[in-house]
């Protein structure tokens, strides 16, 4: 699938039209309109990252030809899928809820229960702390 096949394909799953996303998007009716009559080529990448925001994909997904799954998302982590379902987890949560996100994992590092032992048995912190 192409570009605009994929504009189709996630316009209509939404029940929306160009003008409709250009709205949501931020980016001008004429060109989205544009893709569909003089191509999309030189679009510039600022202006496809507006739409996959709009549209709820990745950016991989609407260049990439080869990839056809609209929930596509690179992992983070090859090693633990839990650091991937965090941070699949953190991009549901509005500005506030980032916010406590982070400040209580804040809190959890300042505790050294939660903390990753080094080999040596102290935690990942202590040589950091020396450090500074």
């Known amino acids: 699938m192409n570009f605009l096949e994929k504009l189709d394909y996630m316009m209509d799953k939404m029940s929306i039209n160009k003008n409709k ?15 569909y009559k003089k191509g999309y080529t030189n679009t510039k990448m600022s202006t ?13 997904y609407l260049i990439d030809d080869n990839i056809t799954d609209e929930y596509f998302r690179f992992t983070i982590s090859d090693t633990d ?17 980032k916010q406590k996100l982070v400040d209580y994992s804040d809190d959890l590092l300042g505790n050294p229960v939660y903390q990753k032992q080094t080999p040596g048995g ?4 202590d040589g950091l702390d020396r450090m500074a």
């Open 21 to 35: 996303l250009s709205a949501m998007s931020g980016v001008p009716y004429t060109t989205i309109d544009g893709f």
């Open 122 to 125: 102290s935690s990942a912190s």
């Open 48 to 60: 496809i990252r507006k739409i996959a925001a709009a549209l709820d994909v990745s950016l991989d």
């Open 81 to 97: 899928p839990q650091i991937d379902e965090l941070v699949r987890n953190a991009e549901q949560l509005n500005a506030q809820g």
